[in-house]
Structures are given as structure tokens and as C-alpha cells.
């Protein structure tokens, strides 16, 4: 081989090592860019257990109103009253609980048969039940109740003399409630149980609240 042709051999071995040199670093690494490791991740979150139904949880709360005035040529009636209760959901559907209810009754007229003079009267009413509750197409229920009403009635033969008496009252009927977490709700009752000789409708109409139905 002649010197010209060993002379370019050496100068294209120099070169190529030369081009090479970037890729190499100390002990024939290959040298590259470190990856971008980014932020270190979050922890997974540890699941919380699942929340225990409790007690409380099937339990919503409600009551119905009465305000009302009656009159005549003789005398006039002014109504006044709340009837809260409770319901525990058996079912979601389904609901049983206690229902109470006090009631005042303001009585202004010629109310004693042995005076011609206007008088006034205090009456106060009160009611403790349980009723059973249950929902049907959409936001309608029918609703079965029991109570013992102990109610204020008076003489008007014996100087408007107000005694106390007791009795038992069984309603059915149906209502319709709006829904959401507080709802308004109108009820149609009749009470199986009223007696003949009583001069009030067996009807009653119900309008109320509810909360968490």
C-alpha cells in the first residue's frame, strides 16, 4: 500500500472516531438525556368504608295544619291547630310512625241558652295516633290512621260549663305529596269512626310539610 492510500485510511478512521466522540462519554457509555420524571404522583386515595345505615337515616318528618272560621246569626268559631308526626321507612315505599296534634277552638256569641248576652269560649283539643304510609305511582300514598281524640265541649244549658271528653278515630284516604328534601302535601281522610249524632263532616281535608319523604 502506497503512503497516499495509508494516509487516507488514517484520516477517515480519525473522523469517523471524531464523529462518534458526542455519543460517548467516560467508560464507553452511551450517553442520554434523562427522561422527565414529572412531578411524583399523588398517593391513591385509601377507599373509604362504606357508611352504616342508621336508625335516623329511615326517618322523615312532616305535619298538617288546620286553620279555619265558621259563623252563623248566633255565634262564630275560629280554628287553629298543628298535627306533627314522624315516619320510619320500612320500605322505601312504606312508612309507619306516630302522629299528634292539638288543636284551639275560639267560640264568641249568644252560645249560652240562658242568656241573651254575647260570650266567649276557650276549647283546646288534643289527638296522639300512629298511621301507616305508603307510596304509589310517583308522589300519591294512601294513608291509614288511628287516633284517640281527647276534646273540650260544653254545656250551654249550665252556664257554658266545659267538660272533657274522649273517643276513637279511624281515617283512611289518599293525598299526594310534591317530593324533593321538603315537599308540600294535600290529603283527602274520612273517619270510619265518626258518630252519627255528630253534627262534623267525617271528610277532612289535610294540607301539610314534609321533610326528607
Known sequence: MSNTAFSISKLLLFLMLLAGQPLFGQ???IQTRPKDQGPAPMKERRAEPDEMVTFK???????????????SNSYNIFIIGVNPMVGY????????????????????GYIDFNSNQVKKLNLFHYSAGVFTRAKFFRNFFAQA?????????YDPFNNLDKFRVGRD?????????????????????????????????????RFGLTYKF
Open 145 to 153: 290512621e288511628y287516633e284517640y281524640q281527647s276534646y273540650q265541649d
Open 169 to 205: 278515630n279511624m281515617y283512611i284516604g289518599l293525598g299526594y305529596n310534591s317530593g324533593g328534601e321538603i315537599g308540600t302535601e294535600l290529603a283527602l281522610m274520612y273517619n270510619l269512626l265518626e258518630p252519627a249524632e255528630s253534627l262534623s263532616l267525617p271528610i277532612s281535608l
Open 27 to 29: 467508560g464507553g457509555r
Open 89 to 108: 321507612k320500612i320500605l322505601p315505599f312504606l312508612s309507619v310512625g306516630p302522629r299528634v296534634g292539638i288543636q284551639y277552638n275560639y267560640i264568641k
Open 57 to 71: 337515616d329511615h326517618l322523615w318528618y312532616g305535619g298538617s295544619f288546620d286553620l279555619g272560621f265558621s259563623g
